[in-house]
């Protein structure tokens, strides 16, 4: 017996990485290549795929915070190209694996047609090591290997996650059935109808609640009309028509004093003060404009 080559991991494994990492080893490179099954069993595209649609779709968008609550303030570079940067990561670390491992092997004798290196992009080569995990698992530098496919993945993640047209959908919370333990993965989504599945646990939420949960322990939250402008397109849906709530519609209501001010973000770098406002207020003028429409039509 000996112990897990990974750092602070002192699981015994008969030889390699211990049983819980190479079953993360696994998972990770599976999730590059492709994505949980949707409502029909379908396979969903993979991370590989996602970040390629995330570059694509965001190029022109520019920075801005996510969800209800503003997390990253500062973004220096558009999320288009954040979501090409962590692609060739991700491409470089997993295809850098796969050349170094199939030349070891070759280096030591012919290989088979199988174990040839055919596919060359990153969902090919995430394949390859699945495929060849008798070669990954005991190397001496496996550990080395879990922490690289670790780092990227978990960036591609974050990537995919919190781009800017992505919702915040709350945490997941589904108690693990072996443990009882509460998932702590949070979700995101871009779509806000239909179900949303946990990236870490398989979970499925319906997106309407999820939407109705968030609306509900959003209320009193603070942040910029920007930030809110997103945020409630979304979780109000039901009171808005396509063009969804509009940035200037908050500031007039704050210029003709039917919103109150309750504090001030301060400036950053070369960033104006932005008043915030609590997302509560802003939700309940909507509601009173839903209403006079409805009375109206
Ligand atoms: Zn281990
Ligand atoms: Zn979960």
Request: charged share 25%.
């Amino acid at each position: 017996m000996s112990t897990c080559p990974v750092e602070d991991c002192d699981r015994p494994t008969n030889s390699g990485l211990c049983h819980d990492h190479r079953a993360q080893l696994a998972a990770q490179l599976r999730a590059v290549a492709t994505g949980p099954p949707d409502a029909k069993h379908r396979p969903s595209p993979g991370l590989a795929a996602e970040l390629r649609t995330t570059a694509a779709r965001l190029d022109r968008i520019g920075s801005g915070s996510v969800g209800v609550i503003s997390r990253d303030a500062e973004r220096p570079l558009p999320w288009g190209e954040h979501a090409a940067q962590a692609l060739a990561a991700l491409h470089h670390v997993i295809t850098g694996w796969m050349l170094l491992i199939h030349d070891d092997h070759q280096n030591s004798g012919p290989l088979q047609r199988a174990d040839q290196v055919a596919d060359r992009t990153t969902e090919g080569a995430a394949r390859w090591l699945l495929d060849h995990s008798r070669w990954t698992v005991g190397r001496p530098d496996a550990a080395r290997l879990v922490a690289d496919v670790n780092h990227v993945v978990r960036r591609a993640e974050r990537t995919i996650d919190r781009a800017p047209d992505r919702f915040y959908a709350g945490p997941c919370a589904t108690p693990d059935p072996d443990t009882g333990q509460d998932c702590t993965a949070d979700l995101y989504s871009r779509h806000v109808t239909g179900s949303i599945t946990c990236r870490a646990c398989g979970a499925e939420h319906d997106a309407g609640d999820r939407r109705a949960w968030l609306r509900a322990h959003a209320r009193d939250h603070l942040d910029t009309a920007p930030a809110i402008a997103r945020a409630l397109s979304v979780l109000c849906l039901d009171l808005l028509d396509d063009t969804g709530l509009s940035v200037h519609r908050i500031r007039q209501w704050a210029t003709r004093g039917h919103l109150t001010r309750r504090g001030q973000l301060p400036a950053v770098g070369d960033r104006q003060p932005q008043p915030l406002y609590r997302v509560g207020d802003v939700e309940q003028l909507l509601v009173a404009a839903a209403n006079r429409t409805r009375k109206a039509s």
